[in-house]
């Protein structure tokens, strides 16, 4: 979100934080990675819209600038430094806070950038307001990054709207337990904190009393949920999320297969509000690859798992991951992917060329493969999603859909409206801009299922449906 937002003069303020302090001031946030990510920074935002703060655009001249940082890659960490130092140049004299996964993984670094003001990890990001006021008051960096992996509690921040008006996200989850070798989040996130079930259950109703006919759960490792929580799991979650009145669509932003429980598959087939679509990252159809990348599972443990929930859920759109190039990752390893991927028939493939990450164990891996080889692979996977994606669309030529528009595009002829059906494809149709934001009922043009712009044409034959997601 960047968008100028008025915000009145208010008393209730967070921490130590007074009005009269925030009263005049302009915080600017930026975002990069994940998400996660972008959740965090909103619901970052909303301390300092308690605090009578202005938000103002990241381009704009601001008091304090809010940099939520990535370190996937280390491209992420270059970007990173790339926005604190903008932020730097704007305006000398500013607060400049950088939070997120690279102020966690290398605080130390950030704080050695010149005019760095605040470094707050993933954790404990509630304080950021107080921190900020010692900051403006004693002109000293502060480093406030804890150990991620001591961490025990989930951070529960609330966000009650977003930018995008049509979908919501809703973080349920942060961490991660399973430390594949290429991945550096589980010393970014900690490990697995779940949110506590009544505190998810009251913002889904909050978003859902505001509009939101969709709520995306979202999380470091979504299906993970529960994990530490008494024998409370997402499957639990998911019933009680279904009893929410107003809540049309409930979606599940990604999950590892060995999460699919029995419990959670029986959910998913009797409900009517979970999307018939989840993402499933497979990374490598090799064995030999899946165990240096230590993602715990075969590729007959994998097929297994789709078996089962497709058994379940015949129309079930799958999507996944697929990281090629991986150290030691021959022709053949790289066939037997590509045999993989084509004979699971994914609805799409989203393609990385491994990218070595300092400071996993990856990182020190031989038998490194060209990056030529790397970008032959990426191009031939996505070659295939795009056949995999027309097959998958070909199944729908006809059928009558639920879409959210999510924008409006004018065009010779009219208004176009685009968004997503409740199995992720990505539809468009003549319509009003009035209409941005409802649940439109549309039938799928036979013609249509090639993919225009990567959409799917349609038209529009009636309003909102009542009841069940069709």
């Known amino acids: 979100m960047t968008n100028d937002v008025a915000v009145d003069a208010t008393d209730d303020v967070t921490g130590a934080v007074t009005g009269a302090v925030a009263l005049t001031q302009k915080v600017a946030l930026h975002t990069l990675g994940c998400k996660v990510n972008y959740y965090d920074t909103e619901a970052v935002w909303q301390l300092f819209l308690q605090a009578g703060y202005k938000r103002v655009d990241f381009s704009e001249v601001a008091d304090v600038y809010v940099i939520n940082t990535c370190s996937v890659t280390h491209e992420g960490d270059r970007k990173s430094r790339q926005m ?3 932020a730097i140049r704007r305006n000398p004299d500013a607060v400049v806070v950088v939070t997120g996964c690279y102020a966690q993984i290398a605080p130390g670094e950030v704080l050695g950038i010149d005019g760095v003001d605040l470094v707050v990890g993933n954790q404990h990001r509630a304080q950021m307001l107080e921190w900020i006021e010692k900051v403006q008051h004693e002109r000293q960096p502060f480093n406030a990054v804890a150990p991620i992996l001591r961490q025990s509690e989930f951070e529960d921040m609330d966000v009650p709207a977003f930018a995008e008006r049509t979908r919501a996200t809703l973080k349920i989850e942060d961490g991660c337990n399973h430390f594949c070798t290429y991945c550096i989040i589980p010393y970014a996130r900690g490990l697995v904190r779940s949110r506590k079930p009544e505190s998810v259950i009251r913002q889904a109703r909050r978003l859902a009393d505001a509009g939101y006919h969709e709520i995306v759960l979202t999380g470091i490792h979504t299906g993970a949920y529960g994990e530490d929580l008494d024998g409370y799991t997402l499957a639990n979650l998911l019933r009680d999320l279904e009893m929410i009145e107003n809540l049309r669509r409930i979606r599940i932003s990604s999950i590892e297969a060995s999460e699919i429980s029995s419990a959670l598959i029986e959910t998913l087939a009797a409900s009517n509000k979970v999307c018939r679509h989840l993402h499933i990252p497979l990374q490598a159809g090799a064995d030999e690859v899946l165990k240096r990348m230590n993602r715990r599972y075969t590729r007959i443990d994998f097929a297994r798992k789709l078996d089962e929930v497709r058994g379940a859920l ?128 549309v039938r799928v043009e036979v013609p249509g299922v090639e993919v225009s712009r990567g959409r799917l044409e349609a038209v529009l034959i009636g309003g909102a449906f009542d009841g069940a997601v069709i």
């Open 84 to 86: 604190i130092r903008r």
């Open 314 to 441: 015949p129309e079930l759109a799958i999507t996944t991951d697929i990281i090629v190039g991986f150290p030691g990752e021959t022709d053949a390893h790289f066939q037997a992917t590509y045999n993989f991927v084509k004979e699971q028939a994914f609805a799409e493939l989203h393609v990385f060329p491994y990218s070595k990450r300092s400071g996993t164990p990856a990182a020190k891996f031989s038998e490194e493969v060209p990056e030529e080889v790397k970008h032959d692979r990426v191009e031939r996977l996505i070659a295939l999603s795009r056949e995999l994606q027309r097959d998958y669309n070909r199944r729908f030529a006809g059928a009558v859909l639920n879409v959210i528009p999510e924008e409006a595009e004018v065009r010779e002829g009219g208004t176009w409206l685009v968004g997503h059906a409740d199995n992720y494809m990505n539809v468009e149709f003549a319509g009003d801009s009035s209409q941005l934001g409802a649940i439109c009922a």
